[in-house]
């Protein structure tokens, strides 16, 4: 198999926190992989012992053959990693910080001239190389970080939610840049809370308390689950959800504005749900099958998860 | 004819200096609502909530909250109100009922009244088992939970909801948003802002803000059929990314923050 | 290699000469801290307040409480004492002194009688009183020597004091002051340089390139060196100019010791900054570790020798000892490496000890 990634039975515990048990996965090269979940789920974790910022407590992880634990310098110069904290100079300017980053990571300085302008080119942020990075708008603060770690050719990014707290125009830009690299042939790892952002990536792993709880691409992880939802479009009864949830054959209710997205059990017809729940509200409904999302699914995970538990 | 909205302005504006923070703002928001205040970083939410809360002064325009003026009323409003924000108001270093009384004494609540609520938030979160624990050893989501809650604790007809849920795991953020859906349900009008697109589809009414202007308001049904698109993070990057210039002025991360 | 730590110290630069109201803090904080502890910290007395009590009201008894009044140490009241008042006087610290010329004064002013003055002086606080009842010894006898020594005093002894004849404490405490500001400034601009770093979260982000630790530690340490130089510069200028303070040896030799020492703090702060988490602790963590060893035990006000011996060993480990043996060398004695190298040596020896440590100590993971 030519992973690129190979992460194996990688534990880690902070003192009695365990924030990361028994995770696995591999990634090819030139994947778009994505680690989903929500704050301490471990993807911070899992993302700073890849590129040697943490030691792993058991298990194995290797990038390109290296050793995370053994070879730091090795792993260091092939990767390129972006904190989820911006965390470039404030107070220099965006050539500045670019060519910081050039020299540390020494770039040969005759190609640098055209690294410089590949990476101005597609962050469009040429007109600004001469603002002081704490005066960028959030969007370009996330471009420059993105630069700044691109200036080595790495064959590995690592992105540890880049996106967050980005708003909805610059995220979207965000996401066509990674696409971009990607057909450049760039391996990317990126990490994000948000679960309609999984629907970017070619494969992700859904964690969630230091746990992998399923693996695949996204569209065969909504297909597996086979979560029967349905629409209910009625402003008048959307107050009244807490009525509904109690009828039988309903997993859950959740209230969108004037609609109503109930889950229903796995195996319960349409049917028999509509007259359940029409008689609950004391009039006709209409239900609508949806399709459900990926915060769906990850939502039966977990409730899969804790009916096991007990 | 309708009665008389809770949360109302017109023709709004707030300046700072040359930048315009807040542009020509009009809104109605009706009791029991739950208003969505969409706009990217910058945008102008904040200013604008601000406004609403007395805490800034407009430079023209009228506002309203629960009939109260802005500008020379800010203290009645502040009594009538519920302010939230992403960066939970919590004393981290203080247990979850000192939290809570604490609250209760600046809001003015007698001693009885105090442990009457706090022992009545404490069930209805679950926390009773907390009750001495650090707030900041909490989980995120019972840490949203309980600043809600203790933006609720003098009884506000109004609630403001800054940014309240990010970085919180789907299953609270349903919770969440559960509670929300009771607060309106019990006759109270909740203000939301956000730049979260999938929070936005849980709002009954929406505004989406754009260089302090609102640019597009209804819901987010109605908003879907109009552009003819399937979420509102394809309408939001529809709207703002036509109009969006490639630098926006400097001055916004020093005016605004959220 | 060069190139990075090259890029480091670039940046360092750009930092410093960026945050400009930071940079006018640098400069300035030694000279106004110079002014206030110069100025406070002094165990010279000067217009001490006295009353008189003259039942004499001759020429003889008007020309000794002129001879009080002569060089600036007292200062007369103003008005007539009257004996009643005089404890009144020491309660309300109007006075500190109160001199009672008796009315035979001139009369036993002759040869061959002992003329008599009485002095009343609080002594409260003992060491003042000890102050101000040798200054008003020494007046005595600058009379008793302009009447040709008509006035027989039981004691004539004449001490010479070297190096600050004028026993001026001023020349003391100077050279104390600038080796402490040094350390302090010095210790604090490098204890927050990694810490913020570690806050802003630009340390992860540099941590994942290929750079080394000796790399980041001497990048942040050469621009400092450079500003801490400066400051030394404008502190020696300004002790020159405000006190007088003499300079006897060479200012070359003071200005290299200087850089040495400047760099034993700046490794000190930088070892610091490997430790502590936050800037504030840094903060906190250098002013406990620079200021109250440096006053107490570096030989600043109190002589290293007069110690208990456990004291003796802690202020063996400390840079300022060793620099103020230095300073106050080169400075009031004249003295050059000749006499000094031992001291140069350790010194020296101290800054290379830290910087190793703080780059041992500086951790290339986040655990």
């Not at chain 1, 979560?227 to 009864?237: E, G, H, N």
């Not at chain 3, 009183?129 to 008509?150: C, D, I, K, P, W």
């Amino acid at each position: 198999m030519d992973a690129l990634i190979s992460v194996e039975h990688f534990s880690k515990s902070y003192g009695s926190q365990k924030a990361v048990q028994d995770l696995s996965f591999e990634i090819r090269g030139g994947e778009l992989f994505g680690l989903i979940g929500p704050d301490g789920a471990g993807k911070t974790t899992t993302m700073r012992t890849l590129v040697t910022l943490l030691r792993p407590d058991s298990g194995t992880m290797h990038v390109q053959g290296f050793d995370v634990s053994k070879d730091i310098r090795n792993i260091r110069s092939i990767t390129g990693y972006m904190p989820q904290r911006f965390s470039l100079y404030p107070d220099l300017s965006v050539d500045q910080n670019l060519r910081f980053f050039a020299d540390l990571f020494a770039v040969p300085k005759k190609e640098l001239a055209a690294r410089l302008e590949r990476l101005y080119h597609f962050s469009r942020l040429q007109p600004f190389a001469n603002r002081l990075a704490g005066r960028l708008s959030g969007g370009m603060k996330q471009k420059l970080a993105l630069s700044c770690t691109l200036i080595h050719n790495p064959v590995l990014l690592v992105l540890d939610e880049p996106t967050t707290g980005v708003d909805p125009v610059s995220r979207n830009e965000f996401w066509n840049i990674l696409r971009e690299l990607r057909a450049q042939g760039v391996t990317i790892i990126v990490s994000t809370p948000y679960m309609d952002e999984a629907l970017f990536c070619d494969r992700i792993v859904i964690m969630h308390e230091g746990r992998a709880l399923a693996q695949g691409t996204p569209a065969a992880l909504i297909e597996q689950m086979q979560l029967p939802m349905y629409a209910l479009r009625d402003s008048d009864v959307v107050m009244r959800f807490a009525v509904i949830e109690q009828t039988p054959g309903v997993v859950s209710v959740q209230t969108f504005g004037d609609t109503l997205h109930i889950t229903a059990e796995i195996g319960t017809d349409e049917a028999s749900l509509t007259r359940s729940i029409a008689a609950a509200l004391g009039h006709d409904v209409v239900l609508e099958p949806i399709a459900p999302s990926l915060e769906d699914v990850f939502i039966s995970l977990i409730e899969k998860e804790t009916r096991h538990a007990t | 004819m309708q009665p008389e909205p809770v949360v109302y302005a017109e023709h709004l504006s707030k300046r700072f200096g040359s930048f315009t923070a807040v542009d020509d703002l009009s809104l109605s928001v009706q009791q029991g609502e739950i208003f969505g205040f969409l706009g990217a970083n910058g945008a102008g939410k904040t200013t604008a909530i601000r406004m609403f809360c007395g805490l800034l002064t407009p430079t023209s325009g009228i506002a309203r909250v629960a009939g109260f003026d802005v500008h020379t009323e800010a203290r009645k409003i502040k009594q009538t109100i519920g302010y939230m924000s992403q960066k939970f108001s919590l004393y981290e270093d203080l247990t979850v009922a000192q939290n809570i009384e604490f609250y209760g004494g600046i809001y003015g609540l007698s001693r009885a009244e105090i442990i009457d609520k706090t022992n009545r938030m404490l069930e209805e979160l679950k926390l009773e088992e907390r009750r001495h624990t650090l707030t900041r050893s909490l989980p995120l989501g019972w840490k949203q939970r309980l600043a809600l809650s203790v933006a609720m604790l003098h009884d506000p007809s109004i609630v403001f909801l800054d940014e309240p849920t990010g970085g919180v795991d789907p299953i609270s953020r349903r919770n969440f948003w559960r509670i929300i859906y009771d607060i309106a349900a019990n006759g109270k009008t909740v203000f939301v802002t956000t730049h979260y697109m999938d929070e936005a589809e849980y709002c009954g009414r929406l505004s989406i803000m754009y260089q302090g202007r609102i640019i597009e308001l209804g819901k987010p049904g109605e908003l879907k059929e109009k552009y003819g698109l399937k979420s509102m993070q394809e309408i939001f990057v529809h709207l703002v990314g036509e109009t969006e210039p490639a630098d926006k002025p400097n001055i916004i991360s020093s005016t605004e923050n959220g | 290699m060069r190139r990075r730590l090259l890029a480091i110290v670039r940046k360092e630069f750009t930092h410093i000469f960026r945050d400009w109201r930071t940079l006018l803090i640098i400069i300035l904080m030694p000279i106004l801290m110079i002014v206030l502890y110069g100025y406070a910290i002094t165990l010279d007395m000067r217009n001490i307040a006295f009353g008189v009590i003259d039942d004499a009201r001759t020429p003889e008894s008007r020309a000794l409480v002129e001879a009080f009044t002569e060089n600036g140490f007292f200062k007369p009241l103003g008005r007539e004492v009257n004996r009643q008042e005089i404890e009144q006087l020491f309660m309300r610290r109007d006075a500190l002194m109160v001199i009672v010329i008796p009315r035979e004064f001139s009369r036993e002013l002759q040869p061959g009688k002992r003329a008599r003055v009485q002095l009343l002086i609080d002594a409260s606080d003992s060491n003042v009183g000890t102050f101000v009842s040798n200054y008003a010894e020494q007046v005595l006898q600058l009379y008793n020597r302009r009447l040709n020594g008509s006035i027989p005093l039981l004691y004539d002894i004449a001490p010479r004091i070297f190096y600050n004849p004028d026993m001026n404490s001023t020349y003391f405490f100077v050279p104390g002051l600038v080796a402490l500001i040094l350390m302090l400034i010095s210790a604090l601009l490098t204890s927050i340089a990694i810490t913020r770093e570690k806050e802003t979260g630009t340390l992860e982000q540099i941590l994942v390139s290929p750079v080394h630790s000796r790399e980041i530690i001497l990048g942040k340490v050469f621009p400092y060196i450079l500003l801490g130089l400066m400051n030394a510069a404008i502190i020696l200028i300004s002790a020159r100019l405000l006190f007088n303070v003499p300079m006897r040896g060479s200012l070359l030799l003071l200005g290299m010791l200087s850089l040495v020492y400047v760099f034993v703090a700046l490794s000190f702060g930088l070892m610091i900054s490997t430790v502590a988490k936050t800037q504030l602790v840094a903060m906190f963590m250098t002013l406990m570790a620079t200021i109250l060893p440096t006053i107490m035990l570096s030989g600043f006000i109190f002589p290293v020798s007069s110690m208990p011996e456990p004291l003796q060993y802690l202020a063996r480990i400390l840079p300022a000892t060793y620099f103020l043996i230095i300073i106050r060398g080169i400075m009031l004695k004249g003295v050059g490496l000749a006499e000094l190298w031992p001291d140069s040596l350790i010194l020296t020896g101290l800054g290379f000890f830290l910087v190793v440590i703080a780059i041992r100590r500086f951790r290339m993971r986040l655990e």
